[in-house]
């Protein structure tokens, strides 16, 4: 698996490389640089990846699609670390990009990292048809904005300090997370035109994502600031609503449990084919960062 990973953090940093290098130069430049690279683990690229190739749909293609859903998601994350959001110092590992680079190129640099991810589904470097293209963008736009990360992202500050039902919780992680993970397990159907599909794909995306904030948050419960290469133990000082805070920890664990259960039995039909994707799913539950 880490192979595999590292394999496509290489293909994706590769590729965003070579399409700033080729854009002008801009003083935002390298506070965009210092939120994408050497970057995260390109968990997201890897399911589009699995699942794009239960489509048989081009690698290359695939890797260019995972790089703007990686400036989406890089976008985020520096975000949601600034003071008004979750205030965090630590970033996989070194000093958050406001903390190098003061708060304001950090937003103007995640606005950046935003719009670059539509520039990249809108250029010519993917070789698909125009109307595909749109699609993308669209469908892109939507996990993103205020029905996707940024709305979930929303209701995670509000909920804060606060009582919230276990359905508000789910709901709020399949936003904020659950969304883009949605988009790239729906990307490669639109690129293959299987629309009666899509619905599907889209609810399997989320319980995937859902199942991945889980799991982050058990990281924040129990993991180690070292190998998480981001301060643990902060979501319970923050008053975070998460299922651990309603549910306990031991029964967030169970809970997560049956969830990869019953995403498993939704891709089991796929048998031998969805093995990646399988052993994406049990990586997920299993990581420590
Ligand atoms: C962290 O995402 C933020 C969440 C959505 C939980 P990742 O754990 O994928 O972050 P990187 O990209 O590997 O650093
Ligand atoms: C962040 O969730 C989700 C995003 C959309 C960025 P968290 O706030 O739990 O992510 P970490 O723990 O800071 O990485
Ligand atoms: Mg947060
Ligand atoms: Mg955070
Ligand atoms: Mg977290």
Redesign the pocket.
């Known amino acids: 698996m880490n192979i595999k990973l590292n394999k496509i953090a290489r293909d994706t940093n590769f590729f965003l490389k070579k399409f700033i290098a080729k854009q002008n130069n801009s003083k935002l430049i390298p506070a965009m640089n210092y939120g994408l690279f050497p970057g995260g683990k390109k968990i997201r690229s890897k399911i589009l990846i699995d699942i794009g190739s239960l489509l048989s749909i081009d690698y290359k293609t695939l890797i260019a699609i995972g790089a703007a859903v990686e400036c989406i998601?890089a976008y985020?994350?520096i975000?949601?670390?600034l003071p008004c959001?979750?205030n965090?110092k630590i970033?996989r590992g070194k000093p958050s990009t406001h903390i190098k680079f003061g708060e304001s190129t950090a937003v103007l640099a995640g606005n950046s990292l935003l719009t670059m991810a539509f520039e990249i589904l809108a250029s010519p470097s993917l070789k698909i048809k125009k109307k595909i293209q749109i699609n993308l963008i669209k469908k892109l736009s939507e996990c993103s904005g205020h029905l996707g990360?940024a709305g979930?992202?929303y209701l995670?500050l509000s909920y804060e300090k606060k009582k919230i039902s276990k359905n508000k919780i789910i709901e709020m992680e399949i936003k904020?997370?659950g969304k883009?993970f949605s988009f790239c397990c729906v990307a490669p159907l639109i690129v293959a035109n299987k629309y009666n599909k899509i619905n599907k794909f889209k609810k399997i995306g989320e319980k995937i994502g859902l199942l991945f904030?889980i799991a982050?948050?058990l990281?924040?419960f129990s993991g180690s600031t070292k190998l998480?290469g981001?301060k643990t133990r902060?979501?319970q000082a923050k008053g975070?609503a998460t299922l651990i805070s309603l549910l306990g920890y031991q029964n967030t664990i169970k809970y997560s449990k049956k969830l990869k259960l019953s995403i498993f039995n939704e891709i089991n039909k796929y048998q031998k084919r969805s093995s990646d994707l399988k052993e994406t799913i049990e990586f997920i539950l299993k990581r420590a960062k």
């Open positions: 998601h985020s994350l975000h949601d670390d959001m979750d965090d970033r990360i979930g992202q995670d904020k997370t883009l904030q982050d948050d990281i924040d998480a981001k902060k979501d975070k």
